[in-house]
């Protein structure tokens, strides 16, 4: 009796000279969607009902598309930068066994000038950055009392002005002093 009830509710609404939509059940129970509207010449009404299942569909097939066009979009992207990671990580693992290879190089280089010379090491504006043993031995310092500080601490005053400009100038162009 319910389910008659609404039924009819549409057409009663079309008569009365209104129209919209609404969803109710229909007689067999299932929800649907009912357009009505007034045919005014006739005194009648117009209802069209459409399962509401049959109304959502289309709308959940879209979505359904878009999710897994979404999700396919999201996996080759994955897969993409997977793989460009992967490779980014191959060179690095090169790279990083080169440097290493060249350090230790660089260490023995050092190791080898380190037992046959005397060696310091200035920044651009003269202070010591390194001393080896030997260049400690020489200038009677340790290399705590050497670093941060001028090579004028272990000057000996026997050479003039010219001689150490010379030093200078040589360093400052980025060459050696012997």
Not at 26 to 46: F, H, I, K, N, Q
Not at 105 to 118: G, K, T, V
Request: hydrophobic share 45%; charged share 25%; glycine share 6%.
């Amino acid at each position: 009796d319910e389910a008659k009830e609404s039924n009819a509710e549409p057409m009663r609404l079309a008569l009365r000279g209104e129209s919209g939509t609404i969803v109710a059940p229909d007689y067999r129970g299932v929800s649907v969607v009912a357009a009505y509207a007034p045919v005014d010449p006739m005194d009648l009404g117009v209802v069209a009902k459409m399962d509401l299942a049959e109304v959502r569909d289309p709308f959940v097939k879209a979505f359904l598309v878009v999710e897994v066009t979404l999700l396919l979009l999201v996996f080759a992207v994955y897969w993409v930068v997977r793989g460009y990671t992967k490779r980014l990580n191959d060179k690095l693992k090169v790279v990083e066994a080169e440097s290493a290879a060249h350090v230790n190089r660089m260490e023995e280089l050092r190791f080898a000038l380190d037992i046959h010379a005397i060696v310091s090491i200035t920044d651009a504006s003269g202070k010591i950055k390194y001393a080896n043993k030997h260049f400690c031995e020489l200038s009677g310092y340790s290399q705590r009392e050497l670093i941060g500080n001028t090579h004028s601490v272990v000057s000996s005053g026997f050479h003039d002005r010219d001689f150490y400009n010379g030093i200078w100038s040589a360093i400052r162009m980025g060459e050696s002093w012997q």
